[in-house]
């Protein structure tokens, strides 16, 4: 059963911290389904921007660990709220997916996103890499 929800900002990062190490905790994970098109993104930028040797590869890494972690869809009902969230908090509609989905499902949301950390159901990838690693943990 996952325990947090990660959305792109926190993803990319804790998977190149963690690493195989990542596929101990995948049972604790979720995305939303954007969060796919949101890391193939980045990993595109960063290959434009020649710090990615290998975007192939690197795809293959992320493509291994989405298959694996729980994937959450944002149903088409919800998108009016997901909008009024985004409309009330000054959040992007991405931003506010996010929000709306770690409170409607009860997930911490992990995030490295400025807009997003001042919730304060909203932790950061060191706090979860030591709530991860930490006493009792693998």
Request: net charge negative; no cysteine; hydrophobic share 50%.
């Amino acid at each position: 059963m996952a325990k947090y929800l990660l959305d792109a900002s926190a993803f990319y990062p804790l998977v190149l911290k963690l690493r195989e190490k990542l596929l101990d905790h995948l049972s604790l994970v979720a995305v939303l389904d954007l969060t796919v098109y949101e890391v193939g993104n980045a990993i595109w930028k960063e290959s434009k921007r020649g710090r990615v040797r290998d975007p192939r590869a690197l795809a293959a890494m992320f493509a291994e660990v989405l298959r694996e972690a729980e994937v959450v869809g944002i149903e088409n009902l919800a998108i009016e709220e997901v909008l009024q969230l985004a409309l009330a908090e000054d959040l992007t509609f991405y931003d506010a997916a996010y929000l709306y989905a770690a409170r409607r499902l009860g997930l911490k949301l992990v995030s490295e996103d400025a807009d997003l950390k001042k919730y304060s159901e909203t932790i950061g990838v060191d706090e979860l890499v030591a709530e991860l690693e930490g006493p009792g943990r693998s």
